[in-house]
């Protein structure tokens, strides 16, 4: 009876994780190819680089310095600079390396021939979970916690939502990939943020005076990436 008991729930694990892995295909297979144009590719290749939104980390580090306390705002800067080491770490150190999943544009995985690649981007590495979701909700959540403010944190989970967007258009994450990724940088913040709060005891402040700028400089970035994108097709 025993035997029997740990076949079927053999079985049902495996039905789910085939049922699992089918949604998966599914899901990137659907977003890969939904508007799927030159312009849309360009702002997606664009948008998820890492080195683009430089301007804007400048931009928030600003801010610290102009609402917090010197002290405080080297602090908050140290918890940021933490949050990414420890969701990259866990993610890309530990459990990718772990996993050893496929990326799906990566040429050996077979759903590879169904995606539309951009600049033959394949990504790099293994696929579970996302480091840019990871670390990109890793900021977010840090930020959200800390400042509370509903003008940042709309536009820090909106940015990081078309972050993982690009992600899953690009075929180099799974959805699961990404959800993964957006727990983990959650997790990852909060816990950075719960200790930053205890070192410091920082009240974020009902008015953030200088919170224009990252968002001018944010949304400023968003607007050039679509004004290359329109341009390049004429081009």
């Known amino acids: 009876m025993m035997t029997s008991l740990i076949v079927s729930l053999s079985a049902l694990g495996s039905g789910f994780w085939e049922q699992l892995k089918q949604l998966d295909n599914s899901v990137i297979l659907f977003v890969n190819s939904f508007c799927n144009n030159d312009f849309v590719d360009e702002f997606m290749i664009t948008y998820t680089g890492m080195y683009i939104w430089i301007p804007l980390y400048l931009a928030l580090i600003y801010m610290f310095f102009t609402v917090m306390p010197r002290k405080t705002a080297f602090l908050c800067l140290l918890g940021i600079l933490v949050t990414f080491a420890l969701t990259d770490f866990v993610s890309h150190t530990i459990i990718k390396s772990m996993v050893g999943r496929l ?117 400023c970035l968003i607007g050039g990436i679509l004004i290359r994108a329109a341009v390049l097709q004429f081009i």
């Not at 402040?205 to 949304?219: C, D, E, K, M, S």
């Open 103 to 219: 990326r799906p544009a990566n040429i050996n995985n077979p759903i590879s021939t169904q995606l539309e690649l951009v600049n033959e981007y394949r990504g790099g590495g293994y696929s579970f979970p996302s480091s840019h979701a990871c670390n990109t909700f890793g900021l977010t959540t840090f930020l959200f916690l800390t400042f509370r403010n509903k003008w940042l944190n709309t536009f820090m989970i909106c940015w990081a939502v078309i972050n993982c967007y690009t992600r899953m258009y690009l075929g180099v994450h799974y959805g699961s990939d990404i959800l993964a990724g957006i727990i983990l940088g959650i997790v990852c913040g909060t816990l950075v943020h719960l200790v930053f709060k205890k070192i410091t005891h920082y009240q974020a402040p009902r008015h953030l005076r200088t919170l224009w700028v990252p968002l001018t400089v944010g949304l």
